[in-house]
């Protein structure tokens, strides 16, 4: 899916110089290797004419989990936003069992969990190597150098 609007100036041919409202997150591109604070459940209870039953999650929901809690990000996620990707995992079951309402659904939100590449852009998460993170080792200026004393 292509980006959408315009493509960045160099830096030279930029006319708005102002800071940027909202700076990027910059997250090392290695899969999140902890333990979510959530489970995945084995069941989930759907309402039939009979009444409520349990039934088994679906295969493609496992490998959805199992790719969602690796994304490098996830080491950002607090648990309230686990609890989040929980409850998206059961809607993401509801489609692939067939309730194709859900659809809507999900693809809302998987961009807040940004799933995608532009489902990050739009969150300004950016995944970097592991050296391009920007530490501390900035340079800095004595002003001694500058007084004349």
């Given at each position: 899916m292509p980006v959408t609007g315009r493509k960045p100036k160099?830096?030279?041919q930029r006319r708005n110089h102002h800071a940027p409202t909202h700076e990027?997150?910059?997250?090392?591109?290695?899969?999140?290797?902890g333990k979510p604070p959530v489970g995945l459940p084995a069941t989930r209870t759907v309402l039939l004419e009979d009444g409520p039953a349990d039934i088994k999650l679906h295969a493609?929901?496992?490998a959805w989990w199992r790719r969602i809690a690796?994304?490098?990000?996830?080491r950002l996620w607090s648990e309230s936003?686990?609890?989040f990707a929980l409850a998206t995992a059961l809607v993401a079951d509801a489609l692939f069992y067939g309730r194709t309402t859900a659809a809507t659904?999900?693809?809302?939100?998987?961009k807040v969990l940004g799933t995608t590449?532009?489902?990050r852009r739009d969150l300004r998460i950016r995944y970097v190597e592991a050296g391009e993170v920007d530490g501390d080792d900035a340079e800095?200026?004595?002003l001694d150098a500058y007084r004349d004393l």
């Open positions: 160099p830096a030279g990027w997150v910059e997250v090392v591109n290695v899969p999140f290797a493609q929901t496992k690796r994304m490098p990000h996830c936003d686990w609890e659904e999900l693809r809302q939100r998987e590449v532009d489902a800095v200026t004595h």
